[in-house]
């Protein structure tokens, strides 16, 4: 359904350490790097996440957040350790989410910009 989503952040350095890290852990990676923005994908693909610096950047309000693909339950893992390593806060512990579905297993953080992340295996 979506091409690519494009996030608005304040400080594009720490930005890039931040997502390299966490979609490193899910297997995604950084396909190109511009003046002032950064692209993410799978290797080989199209870019579907695009960050780019933008003065007074702010995440959306409530009720947004981007969720993230794992390709397994250890990769959920590894995303949440990388964003608390890397200046992100926990919202959420990885594990089953029974209400959401039987096999939903996701992690939820917030990045330093205050955007709402999550990273699921189902």
Known sequence: MLGHVSLGVRDLTKAALFYDAVLTALGYVRLWTG???????SAGGGE????????GA???GAGFHLAFEAPDRAAVDRFHA???????????????????????YAT???????HKL?????
């Open 48 to 55: 579907k996440l695009n960050i780019f610096e933008r003065a």
């Open 35 to 41: 003046e002032g923005g950064l692209g993410y994908g």
């Open 118 to 122: 999550e990273a699921v295996h189902q």
């Open 58 to 60: 702010s995440p959306p």
């Open 82 to 104: 990388a964003a608390l390593a890397h200046g992100g806060t926990d919202a959420g512990a990885p594990g089953l989410r029974p209400h959401y579905g039987a096999h939903y």
């Open 108 to 114: 939820f953080v917030v990045d330093p910009e205050g």
